[in-house]
C-alpha cells in the first residue's frame, strides 16, 4: 500500500532524530515519489537498522535498499509462498494454460518483492477466477500445507 505525505514526513522526522537534519514538505514530496511505494513499517524498520550500524546521513537509496534486504530476510524466515509449485521460483499454474501461467509469473514477481502472502494449494487446485482473488491464509494453514507438501499429515 503506498504511503501518504504524512508517513513520510514521519519518516523524515525519525530521521531528523539521528541526524538532526530539517525537512519542509518540498522534501516530503519529494521523498514521497522515491520511496512512497514502500511499506512503512518496512521503512521505519530501515531507518532503526542503518543508524545502528551508520552514522551516516540516510539518503532514499538507503531506504530502497535497506527495505529489499529486510523483505529478502523476512522471505527467508517465513519461507516461500505456499501453493501449486510450492516456490516463488515455480509458478502457482498449469504450463499449458500459458494465460494463467503468464498471471502467475506476474503475480509471483509482485508478492517476491512484497509482503509474502501464501496461496493454499486446495485453492489454487479448484479453479476458478484470476489468481488475485485467492485469499491469504493464517500462518496455521500455511504450517498445514507445507506438511501436506512434504508428504506428511502431521
Known amino acids: ?21 530539517r525537512t519542509d514538505t518540498t522534501d516530503d514530496a519529494a521523498w514521497l515519489r522515491v520511496i512512497g511505494d514502500l511499506d512503512f513499517a518496512d521503512c521505519e524498520a530501515a531507518i532503526y537498522e542503518h543508524y545502528k ?8 537509496v538507503d531506504v530502497r535498499r535497506r527495505v529489499a534486504a529486510i523483505r529478502d530476510e523476512r522471505g527467508r524466515r517465513q519461507g516461500a509462498p505456499v501453493g501449486a509449485g510450492g516456490t516463488m521460483e515455480i509458478p502457482d499454474a498449469d504450463p499449458d494454460d500459458v494465460a494463467a501461467y503468464v498471471a502467475a509469473v506476474r503475480e509471483g514477481r509482485t508478492r ?24 491469504p491464509v493464517c500462518a496455521a494453514e500455511v504450517r498445514r500445507e507445507v506438511r501436506a507438501l512434504e508428504g506428511g499429515a502431521r
Open 112 to 135: 517476491m518483492h512484497d509482503r509474502l502472502s501464501p496461496r493454499p494449494v486446495a485453492a489454487l487446485l479448484a479453479g476458478g477466477g484470476p489468481f488475485q482473488t485467492v485469499p
Open 53 to 60: 550500524t551508520s552514522d551516516e546521513r540516510m539518503k532514499p
Open 1 to 21: 500500500m503506498a504511503m501518504q505525505k504524512a508517513q513520510i514526513a514521519a519518516l523524515l522526522g525519525l530521521m531528523a532524530t539521528f541526524d538532526y537534519r
